[in-house]
């Protein structure tokens, strides 16, 4: 002879009921399907890990351009600025969102974002200037 579940609900042939075994038989007692608990999603900020991307590149490609001395070439230049711009416009907008997030997630990483980038941005600045003032000749833009 086969051993018979144990009483307990089951699903019914409506999917929306559980139906009552009574370990010999089906009853005639029905239950709503119990409705699973909300499965709660950590909330997430891309745009800060955008950010703090773009600030690492930013800021590596200008330590990079110093120490190896390579000069201000528009290639380098140009990626500086552009990890710096990819830092800034998502750096803001994702500590803004941070700030409206309980816990404040990726808060740290935009700023860190935010502050390589401006960094970057200062280190592309304080190279090109050198660049003009080497370029001429250090006379300062006056002439005899």
Do not use: E
């Not at 009921?17 to 997430?44: I, K």
């Not at 401006?118 to 003009?132: D, H, M, N, P, Q």
């Amino acid at each position: 002879m086969s051993q018979l579940p144990p009483p307990g609900w089951y699903p019914d042939a409506d999917s929306r009921y559980q139906r009552w075994w009574d370990g010999q038989r089906w009853t005639d007692s029905l239950q709503a399907v119990p409705l699973s608990a909300p499965v709660l999603v950590a909330p997430r900020n891309g745009l800060a890990t955008t950010a703090l991307a773009g600030g690492v590149v930013a800021a590596a490609i200008a330590v990079l351009a110093v120490l190896t001395a390579t000069g201000i070439d528009p290639l380098t230049v140009l990626l500086m600025v552009a990890g710096t711009v990819v830092a800034l416009a998502t750096g803001v907008p994702a500590l803004v969102r941070a700030n409206r997030l309980d816990p404040h997630v990726g808060r740290a990483r935009a700023i860190w974002g935010i502050a390589l980038g401006a960094g970057a941005i200062l280190i592309v600045a304080a190279a090109v200037t050198f660049a003009l003032v080497v370029m001429n000749g250090g006379s300062g833009g006056t002439s005899a």
